[in-house]
Structure formats: C-alpha cells, structure tokens
C-alpha cells in the first residue's frame, strides 16, 4: 500500500490531526511542531499524546514527519538568529522523544552574503552540536529549489553537510519534487538519471521520504512555488512516474500542495485511483 498524506495543522492537537488523515484516506502527515513563522511552542497535552499513540497503533500510520518551522536559519550570518534556531532545533528533537513520529525535516539554510562555504559549516557544527546519543529520530535536510542564497538546491551540498555531521547514522534526505524541478534536476524527463546521480552523489540509503509537489515555476527557475498534483509544469504523469518508481514506491509521501484538507483529498484519490488503475503494488 502506497504510504501518502498530506501536511496538517495540529493547532486541534495530534490526535484531531491523526483523525483529518485517516478521513481523507491516508496513513501518514507531516506537521510543524510550532508556527512556521514563529517561535512559540505549545507545551504536550499528554491525554491528548497518549491517544495519538493508540491511533497510530490502531491505524496503522506510518512514517510521521515533523517539519522544522522556515524561521530556522542555521547557516545565517548573523548569530542570534543561528543561535535562536539551534536552541529551538534541539528543543523540537527531544519533543519528538516523546511522541510517535520518527522524522524531522529541515530546510538547510541561506547564507545570507558570507557564501556557501562559510554557511555549510555553520549548519554542520550547529547539527553536531544538537544530535547527540539521547536523540533517536532521523533528521533529513530536504533538497531546495536555489532561490537567493539558499544552501541545499545541489546534492553536492547536501553531501557535503552529511559528511561533516559525526552521526551520520541519524541524517537522511527529503527530496521534494517541485524544489528538483526548480533547481535543475530534469525529473519530467530523465528520473532515472537524476537518481543515480543522487545515488553517486549521497546513496539512496539515505532518501527516506518525498514531499509531492507539482512547480508554478518553469524548470530550473530557481523559484519555490508549489502547484496542485497534475495542475503545474511537472504535470501528473511525471509525479506518477516518481510514486511508481521502484526505487522510490517504498518511501512516505507528503503533499505540500496550496489546497486545504478537501483538496489533498482529491489529489489522494486521484493518485490511488491511477495506481489501482494501472496495477502497480506497492508491497
């Protein structure tokens, strides 16, 4: 079975979220652990933890992903904002030990004018800072479209912070379909060639989830506007040719399309409808 869903609100708490993704026929989420645009926190409900974990169990929902607000910047080149995002980095980790979600999901950064390479071990010695032994959840840098001065839109960037991290064992990577697309990476045309140069460049080990989006924004525009599955320029047979491929059908998917709930709904159906269709499995 395919393991797709959608990004929710847990403003309702993540019971009432587990709840949108079982009634819009999926079997995981991803969330923000706090406002994306702020820093504030809401402290656990714990009777409202202990009935997510029965509905994960019950459900089974697999492969929850928490995604680190934009507001973490951990390659800036100005202090208080690295520190702010470290110290809430860390405390969104060790929030994660607490629940059943097993993912986290960060945008490595901008370097905001002191160039790439300053900005690579700004966020490398911030990671080996905050992952320590106690931390258990996989964190996966997501792979970005190049706007500005954004850190990530290579895999030869992402390979590099990798290889400065100590615990590599608790880094992986989230790619997402319309950031490829924005960056460069023909996945329309040549997937297979895009992946093996993943592959070369990082090791397929380490690709442990995908958010589906389809791009606003013409190939290699560098832009970061996502569009609704089948409605953008990646269009819907290439983003069914990306859910089916061998190497990548095993793997969560996430939909960060601009609908609300009824919307990723239909995109869900449709997807489900074209693989049933088509016979693909997914065991």
Do not use: W
């Not at 160039?115 to 010695?125: E, S, T």
């Not at 880094?171 to 997937?191: E, P």
């Not at 958010?211 to 290699?220: A, E, G, I, R």
């Amino acid at each position: 079975m395919i393991n797709i869903g959608a990004h929710l609100s847990i403003s309702r708490g993540f019971t009432a979220a587990a709840e949108t993704a079982i009634s819009i026929d999926s079997n995981t989420f991803q969330y923000f652990p706090r406002n994306p645009r702020g820093g504030a926190i809401k402290q656990l409900d714990e009777k409202d933890v202990k009935s997510f974990f029965k509905m994960v169990e019950t459900h089974n929902i697999l492969n929850i992903l928490a995604h680190a607000p934009y507001t973490y910047n951990l390659s800036s080149n100005k202090e208080d904002v690295r520190r702010f995002a470290k110290e809430a980095f860390r405390e969104d980790l060790e929030r994660l030990e607490k629940l059943p979600v097993n993912l986290y999901n960060f945008h490595p950064g901008s370097h905001t004018g002191n160039g790439i390479d300053l900005g690579i071990d700004y966020i490398v010695a911030i990671l080996n800072d905050i992952i320590t032994d106690d931390i258990t959840s996989t964190i996966l840098l997501e792979t970005m479209s190049g706007k500005g001065s954004e850190i990530g839109s290579t895999f030869e960037e992402l390979a590099r912070i990798i290889d400065g991290v100590r615990q590599k064992d608790k880094l992986g990577v989230g790619m997402d379909s319309c950031h490829l697309f924005s960056a460069g990476y023909d996945i329309v045309n040549n997937l297979d060639s895009v992946l093996d140069q993943f592959d070369q460049i990082i090791g397929l080990e380490r690709l442990r989830g995908i958010h589906l989006n389809d791009s606003m924004k013409p190939f290699n525009d560098k832009k970061d506007r996502h569009a609704g599955i089948g409605e953008g320029l990646i269009g819907l047979e290439p983003l069914i040719n990306l859910i089916t491929h061998p190497k990548l059908k095993k793997l969560p998917f996430y939909l960060e399309t601009p609908f609300e709930v009824e919307g990723h709904a239909k995109e869900i159906k449709l997807i489900k409808e074209i693989i049933l269709e088509r016979g693909i499995s997914f065991e």
